[in-house]
């Protein structure tokens, strides 16, 4: 690292702050401080970190809010902020008043007074008397909220002197809870929002559509939600509305009732009787790292804003990914049962974002991850210690693990399947005085890709700023390196990892695979998984106006399924819904005028002109409407227009009280609604129906009611949802993908990796583990070679599953296990000199550079790209993703030519250097952008993904059939079989003799061609052995091939010498083949040859499952009936007979208008701006 000097705080290099040297001097600084202000209170602190301290439990908190409100004064110096941290701390004490009233004149007075309200004088009159009250009350307030608090207060102060003014305002506060005059003013008042009862079979405010055919719920109108766009959707509570849940916490820690953090026991002082169970059968874990809530609580009331954040660090480090919008488990485990708990997250945010606006609040932040003294464990950061650990996966698992052990020394290497776009050096290198220097508005950010399921499965709910916050608190970390697009078990492998020198491997990869939905005409153009519309609007870019990633959504839309997935799916495909059609028409109207209406309309197909048309007259609507909202001043009416096109419903099959999000998370629902989400309970998808053009109607489903018994059963009544649009959002399964493709590496338990503990050295089976808190939790694959052993955080471990707090107490309570496993090591003295060269070969090995790019036909160019690590695994017939990174991308016209994954078979490898060879088809915008990059530049390359080609041991005869496309699996695969002894014959259909651009090297790889173009001149033959036809019926040469009546051209091709084929072209290639094999070439084809259909699909994220766009059906070749839909990039060549050769044609319609108006933008763009490229 290369930090500069620049800036000292109170006489500290910034340099300093990142060396555990200099952090020691900064503790030792601050237990001096501690000393010179409470010498007991320093010594109780240094026997709490040696682990002799004999505290209770409850005296240990009490120490830590103590050094905590020092710690708070001593950082506030230290950074040269104590006026506005004095500032702020006024503030928030400022609103203590306001909870003071509440307390007692609103819940201990008022609402018991309700009944005799009628006999109490009208509020008008009651309010009068309160203003001029207002007016000569000794303490004047800006606000009508505060001055009433401080009033109020002021006559408790003088009870028996104000005792007639308290009965009053007792008796304004009970009218103006049930008056409507009362409730107008009153409006926003944090002292009048009340705890409620809790219904637990009423959580989710919603009611019946009754004008609905349908009779779908939706939430009641008073309580919708306006959106337009992508910027952040909840702003949080305000600052007195924090303090008021502040207030209203009762600090449990002090008689050790702080079930919120530990758990809400069956019987307190019994943990052997374990966690109780709300009504809707939660476990009441707490929060899954025991975060000291309370003690925050305490601090926060009293204004000390950096302290009660060391509080929450202490336990959460990586607090910026919790909090409010991401997990609730506190919430449900707060001591409040029967009414509204604490509303802990917050409080939590609240105490992270006060922080972080203060001057330098990042590097508070930054600074207590890495010291921070009220930690009995890891409150400072250790001297590297040569021990290496690598990461697979940046989610919140894996980061949090990545920062605990960068905390005890280690240097660690993270990985991710994703594309991770750098950080700016600035921020990494220099000190930032302000939050809002590093924030972005989420509608513009750039999709850095660090954060895994964090960053593309989440919503602008919360807010990713703070994503960007950890993911620039490691990079700063002198011994933390992370590289995107790299696959496990792909581009690397546990033995990769011995190899380069790392003691430990950590499988963090915790995206599970979607399952598709087994019906009818499922995956049919217009449905798709919500993982796959997820990741493409939000890693893909797709909700930005300037994006190139095409999404095609019509309206009305249907997300089948009842978790936290489907019902983002459902408020973000409305959202983005709005910007489709309005970058359509915005990319349109340009284009007809270059153009004209009538050229652009003829290079569309019936569907995609139908769907253009429907978007061009909702884009007018929808302009319209902005120009409509604009006059009154208020904003656009969306969800109008939304519910007038069909608006989107959250199909689920049970009822919406046994659905995972309302029983994990209602508030979510909640939200959803308030956007004008539909909800429809009750339904078994059974079919999709078809328009004309075989793209998805409506969605067919079977009512299903509860029988005499209360189960659910399922009717023959139909019910049809109109949806041309359809997402399944119905769970996926863990992640054991490596073990698939690197059989007997880890034991399996069923779909799941076996979890193990680690006794001496030994592995033993974690049996009957119930929920996070199990002290033996077992995160340890069986994975056992000398002193190597794997360990399985995350998603991926059945315990830490579902959701991201629990993934991040997965690396919390993880890391200690690996400092027990390699404890023998833990002291050893690393090499500054040997762990710079250690972090070069790294970047070596796992960066990707474009080496040069060659035009070699009008619409095709050749890549060459240096990517070590990615050519060592490569086999003939991979594919990779690649893909240019965002921060370099141009933007031209309000366009980021930023490409979206394109799928590339490796055209060959240069091992020795380390160079992959593509050939990029310009068939699509992306694949267009690959001429405009230029050499030199940082890609990167996931891979290699998919099945290699196999390699007979035995002497075969290979037939390889196919177009242009079939010209980088040739060249690879073709050079593999010769050197093997097989015989490879290629025959190739094209167009023209043009499109054959690479003849020699297609001859070096082939022992016989036959080359057939449709039109123009036939190839010229530089060999003997090969044939050149003016004819594109592949199937007709074949049999004129078979019975010698080749046109009069001699070969020796024989058909029934022929033991395997490849079909690598176009769909109706597959289709004709398959009919002929049956027929006209089944006597010729006397070895029953295997025949293998490339199935290239759509694919975004070519991990083996977890976005699921390249979901393809597999039929029983004898009833031509679909068995199974399978990851097309799992198994991208697949045998021909088992192809649904029509859902590859379905699956390629998925974007078909999109595709189009891109493809003809980017030209567009090209030529007006005179785009350099080759």
Known sequence: MALRNALRFNDTPFTDLFQPAGLLRLDHAFLLAL????????????????????????????????????????????????????????????????????????????????????????FTTLNDWLLAELKKAPIQADDLELGIALLGMHYLDQPETCKEDIEKLVQ?????????????????????????????????????????PLKRSKAPDALLRQRDGFKLTDPRMSARDVQDEVNYCIYCHDHEGDFCSKGFPVKKGDPAQGFKKNPLDVTLTGCPLEEKISEMHRLKRDGYTIG????????????????????NDCMKACIYQKQTPVNIPQIETRVLTDTLDLPFGVEIYDLLTRWNPLREKQWVAKPYNNLKVMIAGMGPAGFTLAHHLLQDGFAVVGFDGLKIEPLPEKFINEPIRQFRDLKESLDERLMAGFGGVAEYGITVRWDKNFLKLIYLTLMRRPHFQVFGGVRFGGTITVED?????????????????????????????GMRQANDFLMALQLGNAAKASSLTNLQIRLPAVVIGGGLTGVDTATELQAYYITQVEKIARRYHILIKEHGEETLAQQLDPASREILTEYLRHA?????????????????????????????????????????AYINNHEELQKALEEGIYYLEGLEPAAVDLNEYGHAESLVCHRRLRDAENNWVTTTEEIRLPARSILAATGTQPNTAYEFEHRGTFNRLNLQYQHYEAHDGELTVAHGVLHCKDPQFGPFTSYHKQDRRVSLIGDTHPVFHGNVVKAIASGMRTYPKILALLRDKL????????????AQTMRHWF???????TRRTPDIVELAIKAPLAAKHYKPGVFY??????????????????????????????HKNGILHFIVHEKSASAKLCATLKPGEPLTLMGPTGVKAKIPALHETVLIIGNQASFAFLRSYGEEMRAANNRVIYVGQFNSAAEVYCQEEIEKVTDEIIWLTKQGDVVKTHREQDVALNTDDVIKTLVDCATGQLDGKKTSISLGDIDRIYLIGTTDLLRRFQAARQTVLKEHLLKDPKVIGAVYGNMQCMLKGVCAQCLQWQIDPDTGLRTKAVFACSWQDQPLEIIDIDHIDARQMQNSLLDQISKRWVDHLFDTYHVERV
């Open 620 to 660: 007018d609507e929808v302009k319209c409407e902005r120009e409509l909202a604009a006059q009154a001043k208020r904003r656009p009416d969306f969800i109008r227009l939304i519910r007038k096109w069909g608006g989107v419903t959250i199909a689920y099959r049970r009822s919406m009280q046994e659905s995972p």
């Open 847 to 853: 960066n990707a550079t474009l080496m040069s790019v």
């Open 497 to 525: 990892a011995w190899e380069m020198g790392f003691d430990h491997f950590v499988v963090a990869v915790g995206a599970g695979l979607p399952k598709a939905l087994s019906i009818p005409n499922s995956l049919t153009p």
């Open 308 to 327: 009660a954040l060391a509080m929450v660090m202490v336990d959460n480090p990586m607090c910026p990914a919790t909090g409010h919008r991401i997990c």
């Open 881 to 910: 993703r690649l893909q240019n990174f965002e921060t370099y991308a141009p933007h031209i016209d309000h366009t980021l030519f930023q490409m979206e994954p394109l799928a590339l078979v490796a055209a060959g490898c240069d």
């Open 172 to 212: 304004w506060c009970a009218q103006a809870l049930i008056t409507p005059e009362g409730k107008q003013i009153t409006h926003g008042f944090s002292s009048f929002r009340l705890p409620n009862r809790i219904e637990y079979e009423d959580l989710v405010a919603c009611v019946k559509c009754e004008d609905d």
């Open 827 to 838: 002291n050893q003295v690393g090499s500054e000199e040997a762990y710079q060269e250690f």
């Open 35 to 122: 000393s010179e202000t409470d010498p007991p209170l320093a010594q109780k602190l240094l026997a709490y970190r040696e682990g002799s301290s004999t505290l209770s439990t409850v005296e240990t908190s009490e120490l830590l809010i103590s050094c905590a409100i020092i710690l708070d004064a001593f950082l506030a110096d230290f950074f040269d902020i104590e006026e506005e941290a004095a500032i702020q701390q006024a503030r928030t004490t400022a609103e203590n008043p306001i909870a003071a009233f509440k307390k007692y004149y609103l819940l201990r007075r008022a609402k018991k007074e309700l009944a005799r309200a009628k006999a109490f004088p009208a």
